[in-house]
């Protein structure tokens, strides 16, 4: 059974940082893409950033310059930097995963269980 698993959410006052982690586990061959999604309250899930497993990034144009993605390929984690937090990240922030399991299976759309990122002074 694959597990994404979210930490480094928390409070933060505009401008400030903070680095979001997801860890992933299970029996995992190789990830195809792993993203960060938000979700503000009355608002719809939307991509923030997403890493390929060539490497290749893709951001909202919302973040693009304050935010970086990342991963750690040997510890099956993907990070995102959060720097020149604005009051408009205020979200929760999912992780999201596609990747072959056991046997080579794919797996779309693995979802972590989120983490709240709270920008306010």
């Known amino acids: 059974q694959v597990q994404l698993v979210e930490s480094g959410g928390g409070l933060v006052q505009p401008g400030g940082s903070l680095r979001l982690i997801c860890a992933a586990s299970?029996?995992?061959?190789?990830?195809?893409?792993m993203g960060w999604y938000r979700q503000a309250p009355g608002k719809e899930r939307e991509l923030v950033a997403e890493?390929?497993?060539?490497?290749?990034?893709n951001y909202a144009d919302s973040v693009k310059g304050r935010f970086t993605i990342s991963r750690d390929n040997a510890k099956n984690t993907v990070y995102l930097q959060m720097n020149s937090l604005k009051r408009e990240d205020t979200a929760v922030y999912y992780c999201?995963?596609?990747?072959?399991?056991?046997?080579?299976?794919?797996?779309?759309?693995?979802w972590g269980q989120g983490t709240q990122v709270t920008v306010s002074s």
């Open positions: 299970g029996s995992i061959l190789s990830f195809y893409s």
């Open positions: 890493i390929t497993s060539g490497g290749s990034t």
């Open positions: 999201n995963a596609a990747l072959a399991a056991a046997g080579w299976e794919r797996l779309d759309d693995i």
